[in-house]
């Protein structure tokens, strides 16, 4: 894992979140790269070229039904100010992005956490209801059953300001 943050404008990286969701990294890029070859701009669709293409010709890139229509809100809200700007973001609380970005169809916590964690590189977010972060817990403490996202909360206090460090750590702790 790459502890570098990408820093991509907000926008651009909620897109490749939403078309990464539940797909393996592989398939994920193999959509993005179609998603990206439907418009004839060199770089990033933006959120105007988005909303000028339709549901079907977005899905002719892989992505499904839904996806399409989430990448499609986040362009509008981009357009209407709520996606912010990169520097915003680094005026912003944690806190304060979740509330913001979660009233995005089809960006719920989980998105917002790797948000904050791979593309800001903020030090202190647990994503406690990632299945990873919870696997990894259950191995490094010895435990027979996954965590709740609240107790794996609760205990990922003492890590406090470096809850992300912790969720690295656990995630780690599945690669072996």
């Given amino acids: 894992m790459n502890l570098v943050p990408r820093r991509l404008p907000p926008y651009r990286s909620l897109v490749q979140s939403v078309i990464y969701q539940q797909l393996s990294g592989k398939a994920a890029a193999t959509i993005l790269r179609r998603f990206e070859a439907l418009f004839s701009s060199d770089g990033f669709p933006t959120p105007e070229q988005v909303l000028a293409t339709d549901v079907a010709r ?15 809100d986040i362009a509008q809200k981009a ?5 912010p700007a990169l520097d915003e973001c680094d005026q912003m609380s944690d806190d304060e992005l979740v509330a913001r970005l979660t009233t995005i169809t089809g960006v719920g916590r989980w998105t917002v956490e790797m948000f904050l964690i791979f593309n800001l590189g903020r030090p202190d977010v647990l994503p406690a209801h ?10 490094a403490y010895r435990k027979r059953q996954l ?11 003492r890590w406090r300001p470096y809850r992300t460090t912790a969720a690295w750590y656990l995630w780690r702790a599945t690669d072996a």
Avoid: C, Q
């Fill in 58 to 72: 977005l899905r002719s890139a892989g992505l499904s039904g839904s996806k399409a229509r989430y990448v499609r």
């Fill in 79 to 83: 357009i209407e100010g709520l996606v």
């Fill in 130 to 139: 990632d299945l990873g972060v919870r696997k990894g817990f259950a191995l």
């Fill in 147 to 157: 965590p709740s996202p609240e107790r794996l909360e609760r205990f990922g206090e």
